[in-house]
């Protein structure tokens, strides 16, 4: 089996179409899970992840490579502290989306905020393509590590310590409603004011990435935002209706 067969069947076996991925990234990253498990070649893959789900699940999990940390890129949360959380807050509820939130570090960030300098908001959308990862966003339960960007007195509020994890807060996990969403096949809801993709589409192929600006954009209000993960950037803002703001954030013309 070579990597076009492969691809074939991932998309049968995952509902993954990989020719939506850069080639070269996403081939080393499943040979690497191969030589880790001793599996051999692609048929060998597409053997164990057929017979055992437990090992399938792992390898979507890992496919779909589910990082993050709260407070990711301080500066990035900084600027949408002091800067465009209080503007689209004046006056109305903002409508915020976090598209592909992980493990929710990233939009429990948004919530911690938007709490701490008592703006109103409406239920903030989370969403992800993995039903195992939105699960464990749901909890909210998570290890130092990934809290080492968060304010100790952020820590004391919102999270209780227990057995070397941290467990947050009812109050924060309540104001998000999370759901599961295919960047690449579902619809888009419009007029947020607010859309975070931040370390997605880094990993998808340079005409996948423009598709997916060009929803971002049309499911953003006038004058709404968008911000993307420190590795990505938005080449020809204008093209897309879009104008750089600052490190990592374009506002809709």
Known sequence: ?????FKVEARRLLDIDLNSYKEQQMQRRILQW?????????SGLIREI??????????????????????RDVNVFRYLEDN??????????????????????????LVMIMLEKKLSFSQILATDIDDAVLQKAKQGIYAANQLNSLAKHLLDRY?????????????????????KHNLLKDSYERNFDLILCRNVFIYFTNEVQEELIRNFTHALKPK???VVGSAEQVMNPSL????RVSYCIYQKD
């Not at 191969?34 to 692609?42: P, T, V």
């Not at 310590?161 to 924060?172: P, R």
Request: hydrophobic share 35%; glycine share 6%; charged share 15%.
């Open 34 to 42: 191969i030589a880790r498990y001793n599996l051999q070649d692609y």
């Open 1 to 5: 089996m070579d990597y076009a067969d």
């Open 159 to 179: 999270f209780v310590l227990n057995q070397n994890q941290y467990v947050l807060s009812d109050k924060v996990k309540q104001h998000v409603v999370f759901s």
């Open 50 to 71: 057929s017979t055992r789900p437990q090992q399938k699940t792992k390898f979507y999990e890992y496919l779909t490579i589910n990082t993050s940390h709260f407070y």
């Open 240 to 243: 897309f209706g879009l104008s």
């Open 84 to 109: 465009i959380l209080p503007a689209i807050a004046k006056g109305n509820r903002p409508k915020l989306w976090s598209a592909g939130c992980s493990i929710g570090a990233e939009v429990y960030s």
């Open 224 to 226: 709404g935002y968008f």
